[in-house]
Nanobody, 116 residues
Framework: QVQLVESGGGLVQAGGSLRLSCAAS???????MGWYRQGPGNQRELVAR???????NYADSVKGRFTVSRDNAENTVHLQMSSLKPEDTAVYYC???????????WGQGTQVTVSS
């Protein structure tokens, strides 16, 4: 069974920075790790994802401002967020894809609020 523990998040002024981290536990073969977010009244959307091997995907809205990285030895994924905007306000969810069939696991979510 996979367990994800998220940390980081909080309240920041526009233009500021935050760092999210997520650690995965369990005997799993991780294929990809990443972050999704869900703002008020919106559907959950991909923010950034990193596949084993290093390939990354970013939402167009965060390119150049957010950086996703992974510590393979620790099964941890980080999201460095810079130049934050009020529209980045959302609950951010850690996501892990694992096993031969790319099953998914989700964290409990962490709130990020950007004030103008």
């Amino acid at each position: 069974q996979v367990q994800l523990v998220e940390s980081g998040g909080g309240l920041v002024q526009a233009g500021g920075s935050l760092r999210l981290s997520c650690a995965a536990s369990g005997s799993i073969s991780i294929k990809a790790m990443g972050w999704y977010r869900q703002g008020p009244g919106n559907q959950r959307e991909l923010v950034a994802r990193i596949i084993s091997g290093g390939t990354t995907n970013y939402a167009d809205s965060v390119k150049g401002r957010f950086t996703v990285s992974r510590d393979n030895a620790e099964n941890t994924v980080h999201l460095q967020m810079s130049s934050l905007k009020p529209e980045d306000t959302a609950v951010y969810y850690c996501n892990v894809e694992y096993g031969p069939f790319w099953a998914q696991a989700w964290g409990q979510g962490t709130q990020v609020t950007v004030s103008s």
